[in-house]
């Protein structure tokens, strides 16, 4: 399976080019795909670095 075909290794791939608002690193990891979010895309996210928790909405970015 490609890369481009796995939406979770698509997404881990790109949250590493995002800081975490708590720390600053460029360490975070996908946990859970919420599928209770009307469009499917919200996603939790941890900071491997502080281990703080957020929902990721794919289109906004992270929010604690």
């Known amino acids: 399976m ?5 939406p979770f ?5 790109q949250l590493h080019l995002l800081p975490c608002p708590t720390c600053g690193s460029h360490a975070l990891v996908p946990m859970l795909h919420c ?7 919200l996603w939790m996210v941890r900071c ?3 281990q703080a928790q957020y929902h990721l909405d794919v289109e906004t970015g ?3």
């Open 48 to 50: 491997d670095a502080c």
């Open 35 to 41: 599928d209770y979010y009307p469009d499917g895309c």
């Open 9 to 13: 290794m698509a997404l881990r791939i």
């Open 2 to 6: 490609a890369v481009e075909d796995d």
């Open 62 to 64: 992270p929010s604690g």
